[in-house]
């Protein structure tokens, strides 16, 4: 199900952890925190003896600044972190990781609860002195530094079982969660079944909570569902699902028709965000089928080339029943969508372009990565990296920037730029191939998409021919995709981890904003940020059409495709030329030809007499952009604040306008924005 951002979720994690540790030990005092505000606030007031932090890779430089700011008010505090982002197996690693991180006192590796409590536990036997308990008393799942010696402490002998999860309380039901279900910013977050039973190098899923399927109590998810939506406030009532593989197992049917009953009498959810299995069975289509109004199904292989599939640890994977399940699901009315990852291991220029081509031919929306090296996962080892000869190089992480009070904060991604099958040039080309497949992705190209359809054809090919047609762009088109590639250059680190800075100051943050660091929106607004630009890629379009298809289609049907991207590009808005309201002129009978299915040629819906569309800005764009003008340096720049700061969620709704139904033409002459003149 559609995994893209809403809203962050509620902390879930440390709800498990804490629950279960309350429900053993109930004169426990314990708050839980989302924002490193209010906890940094708490513990001014009421300084702790412990902190115990969730570790992931968006929170980890994060982390350190929580902890020293939280370290001024009480020098002793204990610091405990848990969480996937730690790479148990590897002492090197962990030697490294806490020399870099002299005040963590402990981590905690997999799954949370009974370890947390062993913690807890000891720590009273000792008298709330850690420094006197012996480490030999210490679970599996501890790891420790000996600064003074530079050895890692760690007792493999006694490890901690995993959780029969029948036994372990709801955070929900025990009102824990409830802080948190209060706040409009946070959705709620439900895990029915832990556990993955692949092992995918670049994922550590299995790693921190194991490989083996445990199911919660159904009873429990079902209660839980109800109590969430009784009581979340989050307007946009999204719920997240945390299982690895929602769909795997036939009780799955149950828990997605309780979710329906509750969405039919409570109104929520009204989205749900979740993985579904890797290998779709004809329950995970009934589940799916279930879900439809409120999920799309994900069917994400992130490679289509069974040789990279092989090497990432996927070949259990079946890429053979991929398009019957697909097939399955759009005749049940099941919308699917797709990820595949740039980089991985065996994946090269033509590899990831034959995939991009087979997925969006298939009629999916394919949702493109890079590849992120995990600490944690099997794919960051020296024996992967060197097995499969991969260079990467850090970067900020486009969502992981921070301001919270006086802490400013921002995350490194560690991206894989070359492998034995991936040149740096590769990676740069896959980055333009995956600015100009979202472009045409956006609504806008609706027609010209449509258009294509029927002419067998579709937007990664003539992508991919785009770029091979370097010495036809025009001059835009062309400082358009050179800066892009240069900006995709410049924004690698390449130093050493060690050197990458861990301190932020307030100006940090400011300066890396203003660099645009989401690459691929920063493009599109680029694009839409002049008319010229969209003149000069329509004709070049008109041009370079004939050039790539005369030989594959006809030449009613490439009259066709051009109609269309004419029809498409009539809504695009153009932040110099940007009106309220304007009108359209159309020859075609468009709804019906849109919703024609098999797809028609658009010929066959030409009227008799043209029709007067009304297009629409969507509200709120006008005086947004205003402000964004304001606080932007450069014209392009604030149609990207325009995007990034007021319209961060809507996805590509800020480039085009609402098409009206046929309305009679208007004399009125049309509202100009001021920048019309920029
Ligand atoms: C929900 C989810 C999301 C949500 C919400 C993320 C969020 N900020 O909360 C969305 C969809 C937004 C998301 C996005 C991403 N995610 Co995500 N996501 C998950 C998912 C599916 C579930 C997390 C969850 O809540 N699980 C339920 C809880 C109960 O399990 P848990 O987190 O493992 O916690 C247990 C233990 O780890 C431990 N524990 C956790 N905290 C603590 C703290 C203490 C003190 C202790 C003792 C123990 C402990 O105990 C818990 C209970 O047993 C996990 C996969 C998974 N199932 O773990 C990936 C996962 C966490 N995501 C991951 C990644 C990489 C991402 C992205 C970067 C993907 C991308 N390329 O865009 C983005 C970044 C998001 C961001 N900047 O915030 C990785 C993290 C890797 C890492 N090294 O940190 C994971 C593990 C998946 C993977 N690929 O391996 N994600
Ligand atoms: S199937 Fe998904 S969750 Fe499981 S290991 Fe692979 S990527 Fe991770």
């Given at each position: 199900m559609n995994p893209r951002v809403y809203d962050q979720p509620l902390p879930l994690n440390v709800g498990y952890v804490a629950g279960y540790a309350l429900d053993r030990m109930p004169d426990l005092k314990i708050r839980l925190f989302k924002h490193p505000g209010e906890l940094i606030d708490a513990v001014t007031e009421d300084p702790p003896d412990v902190l115990a932090l969730s570790h992931y890779m968006w929170n980890a430089n994060l982390?350190?600044?929580?902890?020293?700011?939280?370290?001024?008010?009480?020098?002793?505090?204990?610091?405990?972190?848990?969480?996937?982002?730690?790479?148990?197996?590897?002492?090197?690693?962990?030697?490294?990781?806490?020399?870099?991180?002299?005040?963590v006192d402990l981590y905690i590796s997999g799954e949370g609860e009974e370890s947390f409590f062993r913690f807890l536990k000891l720590l009273d036997e000792s008298g709330c002195d850690w420094e006197k308990l012996n480490a030999d008393r210490w679970p599996a799942s501890f790891y420790g530094y000996d600064h003074d010696k530079e050895i890692v402490i760690h007792n493999p002998s006694d490890s901690v079982e995993r959780l029969d999860l029948s036994m372990v309380?709801?955070?929900?039901?025990?009102?824990?969660?409830?802080?948190?279900?209060?706040?409009?910013?946070?959705?709620?977050?439900?895990?029915?079944?832990?556990g993955c039973p692949y092992a995918c190098t670049f994922c550590i899923w299995g790693?921190?909570?194991?490989?083996?399927?445990?199911?919660?109590?159904?009873?429990?998810?079902n209660q839980e569902i109800h109590y969430i939506a009784e009581r979340a406030v989050n307007p946009t009532k999204v719920l997240y699902v945390a299982d690895a593989n929602f769909g795997m197992l036939p009780r799955d049917k149950e828990i997605?028709?309780?979710?329906?009953?509750?969405?039919?009498?409570?109104?929520?959810?009204?989205?749900?965000?979740?993985?579904?299995?890797?290998?779709?069975?004809?329950?995970?289509?009934?589940?799916?089928?279930?879900?439809?109004?409120?999920?799309?199904?994900?069917?994400?292989?992130q490679s289509m080339d069974k040789r990279?599939?092989?090497?990432?640890?996927?070949?259990?994977?079946?890429?053979?029943?991929?398009?019957?399940?697909?097939?399955?699901?759009?005749?049940?009315?099941?919308?699917?969508?797709?990820?595949?990852?740039?980089?991985?291991?065996?994946?090269?220029?033509?590899?990831?372009?034959?995939?991009?081509?087979?997925?969006?031919?298939?009629?999916?929306f394919v949702q493109m990565y890079e590849h992120h090296l995990l600490w944690g996962a099997e794919g960051s080892s020296k024996e992967h990296r060197e097995k499969h000869g991969i260079v990467t190089a850090f970067r900020v992480q486009p969502d992981g920037l921070g301001d919270y009070g006086d802490i400013h904060s921002f995350e490194y991604d560690?991206?894989?730029?070359?492998?034995?099958?991936?040149?740096?040039?590769?990676?740069?080309?896959?980055?333009?191939?995956?600015?100009?497949?979202?472009?045409?992705?956006?609504?806008?190209?609706?027609?010209?998409?449509?258009?294509?359809?029927?002419?067998?054809?579709?937007?990664?090919?003539?992508?991919?021919?785009?770029?091979?047609?370097?010495?036809?762009?025009?001059?835009?088109?062309s400082n358009l995709i050179a800066e892009f590639k240069q900006a995709c250059r410049d924004e690698l680190i390449t130093s050493d981890p060690d050197q990458l800075e861990t301190e932020?100051?307030?100006?940090?943050?400011?300066?890396?904003?203003?660099?645009?660091?989401?690459?691929?929106?920063?493009?599109?607004?680029?694009?839409?940020?002049k008319s010229a630009n969209i003149q000069e890629i329509h004709s070049y379009l008109n041009d370079a059409l004939t050039r790539f298809f005369s030989d594959r289609v006809s030449l009613e049907n490439l009259e066709d495709i051009k109609a269309a991207l004419s029809i498409s590009l009539e809504r695009a808005v153009c932040y110099d030329d940007l009106c309220k309201s304007r009108d359209m002129e159309c020859e075609y009978d468009l709804e019906s030809w849109l919703s024609s299915a098999p797809a028609r040629p658009l010929r066959e819906f030409h009227l008799d007499s043209s029709i007067t569309f009304r297009m629409d800005l969507r509200e709120g764009i006008w005086e947004a952009f205003e402000k964004a003008k304001e606080a932007g340096t450069s014209h392009e720049n604030a149609v990207y604040l325009l995007k990034d700061k007021f319209f961060p969620k809507s996805h590509d709704k800020i480039f085009y306008y609402i098409r009206r139904d046929s309305q009679p033409s208007t004399a009125a002459a049309p509202d100009r924005h001021p920048a019309a003149t920029a």
């Open positions: 982390n350190l600044q929580v902890i020293r700011k939280c370290k001024q008010y009480n020098p002793d505090l204990l610091v405990v972190m848990g969480g996937p982002n730690f790479t148990d197996d590897d002492p090197e690693w962990i030697s490294w990781f806490f020399q870099n991180r002299p005040q309380p709801s955070p929900y039901l025990s009102g824990l969660l409830d802080p948190f279900l209060d706040q409009e910013n946070l959705s709620p977050i439900i895990e029915t079944n832990r790693q921190a909570v194991g490989s083996k399927l445990r199911q919660f109590n159904l009873d429990t998810v997605a028709e309780a979710m329906m009953h509750s969405r039919d009498s409570k109104g929520f959810p009204l989205r749900l965000a979740a993985s579904t299995a890797k290998n779709p069975t004809p329950h995970t289509l009934d589940m799916a089928e279930t879900l439809s109004p409120i999920a799309t199904m994900s069917m994400s292989l990279v599939l092989e090497f990432v640890g996927r070949k259990n994977i079946r890429i053979d029943k991929y398009d019957f399940i697909r097939q399955e699901a759009a005749k049940r009315g099941i919308q699917t969508f797709c990820e595949l990852i740039y980089g991985l291991p065996g994946e090269s220029y033509k590899t990831f372009l034959k995939g991009l081509i087979d997925t969006t031919r298939s009629g999916q560690e991206v894989v730029i070359g492998t034995n099958d991936m040149t740096l040039e590769d990676f740069l080309r896959i980055r333009c191939l995956h600015a100009l497949v979202a472009t045409f992705t956006v609504r806008l190209f609706v027609e010209f998409r449509h258009a294509l359809k029927y002419c067998d054809l579709d937007i990664a090919t003539l992508s991919g021919l785009i770029l091979e047609d370097e010495e036809n762009w025009p001059e835009r088109l932020f100051t307030e100006k940090d943050i400011r300066d890396i904003k203003q660099r645009e660091i989401k690459r691929v929106p920063s493009f599109m607004c680029r694009i839409f940020a």
